[in-house]
Structures are given as structure tokens and as C-alpha cells.
T-cell receptor
Framework: DAGITQSPRHKVTETGTPVTLRCHQTENHRYMYWYRQDPGHGLRLIHYSYGVKDTDKGEVSDGYSVSRSKTEDFLLTLESATSSQTSVYFC????????????FGPGTRLTVT | EDKVVQSPLSLVVHEGDTVTLNCSYEVTNFRSLLWYKQEKKAPTFLFMLTSSGIEKKSGRLSSILDKKELFSILNITATQTGDSAVYLCAANSGGSNYKLTFGKGTLLTVNP
């Protein structure tokens, strides 16, 4: 299994509070991605990173920000959580070789009440 | 806008049956088509297809890509209850950052 961990694995928070999810990898891969998965929508890309301090938006980036100050860590922040951000969040990594496959972390289940 | 559509959305079969899952795609600068299996946890990688007509095979699972008609199929023969899962298809679009666009998945239930 790819060396990816996510923390926390479960979180319940209140509307309006800030939340930060962490993705940590031990593979030294260049590319990292944040997805959310919701019933009826499948996996949707929030933000991604193609190197330290290099990030870009995905298709559902509103309300989210990211940071990557080290190769191994990619942080996803909800500045002011809303109930619509209740979801399962997956981090994924991809090596900087010619292969395209992404490998997923175990996920974080976030509930915003 | 990039789009991936999977069909059927759900499927119930009996052990031993053969199933075919479908995936059609419309993405800019298509590079590859990937299949994942998801069982109540993180998706796990199954196959990546980049060339038309070349079958990829792993045990009872196989997949093929048709780049002219923009679709892929995933076949599972002699299904087992352990094959019950959501099967996700994703298309990789061009550009240096290799983003994946996922379909909504096919929920396969294999009954004993």
C-alpha cells in the first residue's frame, strides 16, 4: 500500500468553525490531490498540488484552501465550515514518473452540524 | 467540461455470473482511462488503459478501451461475493498535472 495517512479520520464540527485536514505521504511523490466523495456525485477534485508551494483549484474549490510547505504534507482547510461540506474527504498521490494512476489515503469523514 | 458516465449505476447478480460495467468519457486531451474498486473505504487501483483494443487482465477481471468510440468496459467473470463493491472509472486529461475526472460509479452486489 502507498504510504498515505490522513488525520483526523473522523471529525464532527459546528457550522462556522475552521477545520484543517492533513494528508501525509512517505513516498516523496510530487503530486497530491484532495477529493470529496458524496452520494450521487462520486469523487470530485477540490484542489491539487504539483510541488511544494504549487497548488491549483479543482472543480469544487469554493470554501476550501490548501497549503503545501513540505513534500510530504498537503493540508486542506475549511475556513468556515458549512453543512454542505459534510462529506468524506480523500487525499491521493501520484508519482512524477510517466504513470498516471493515483493512490488514495484512507479518508476523513467530516460532519458539520 | 470533462465528463465521465458509468452504467449501470447499480447491478445485482448471483455468484458465478459474468458482468460487464460500462464507462464512456469526454475529456480534453485524453491520456488514459483508469478503473478503481471501492469497498467502504478508499478506492484501490485496478487497471490503467492507454491504448485501444489491448485488453488488460488480472485474474477474473479484464478491461478494454475503445478510443474511437470513447468508452471502456470492465468485465468480471465467475463473480464472487467478494467482488461486491463500487467500481469507479476515471479519465485522465492532458496537461502536466494529470487530473482525473471520475464517474459516479457502479454499485455491484453479488449474492450467494
Amino acid at each position: 500500500d502507498a504510504g498515505i495517512t490522513q488525520s483526523p479520520r473522523h471529525k464532527v464540527t459546528e457550522t462556522g468553525t475552521p477545520v484543517t485536514l492533513r494528508c501525509h505521504q512517505t513516498e516523496n511523490h510530487r503530486y497530491m490531490y484532495w477529493y470529496r466523495q458524496d452520494p450521487g456525485h462520486g469523487l470530485r477534485l477540490i484542489h491539487y498540488s504539483y510541488g511544494v508551494k504549487d497548488t491549483d483549484k479543482g472543480e469544487v474549490s469554493d470554501g476550501y484552501s490548501v497549503s503545501r510547505s513540505k513534500t510530504e504534507d498537503f493540508l486542506l482547510t475549511l475556513e468556515s465550515a458549512t453543512s454542505s461540506q459534510t462529506s468524506v474527504y480523500f487525499c491521493a498521490i501520484r508519482s512524477d514518473t510517466s504513470s498516471y494512476e493515483q493512490y488514495f489515503g484512507p479518508g476523513t469523514r467530516l460532519t458539520v452540524t | 467540461e470533462d465528463k465521465v458516465v458509468q452504467s449501470p449505476l447499480s447491478l445485482v447478480v448471483h455468484e458465478g455470473d459474468t458482468v460487464t460495467l460500462n464507462c464512456s468519457y469526454e475529456v480534453t486531451n485524453f491520456r488514459s482511462l483508469l478503473w478503481y474498486k471501492q469497498e467502504k473505504k478508499a478506492p484501490t487501483f485496478l487497471f490503467m488503459l492507454t491504448s485501444s483494443g489491448i485488453e488488460k487482465k488480472s485474474g477474473r477481471l479484464s478491461s478494454i478501451l475503445d478510443k474511437k468510440e470513447l468508452f471502456s468496459i470492465l468485465n468480471i467473470t465467475a463473480t464472487q461475493t467478494g467482488d461486491s463493491a463500487v467500481y469507479l472509472c476515471a479519465a485522465n486529461s492532458g496537461g502536466s498535472n494529470y487530473k482525473l475526472t471520475f464517474g459516479k460509479g457502479t454499485l455491484l452486489t453479488v449474492n450467494p
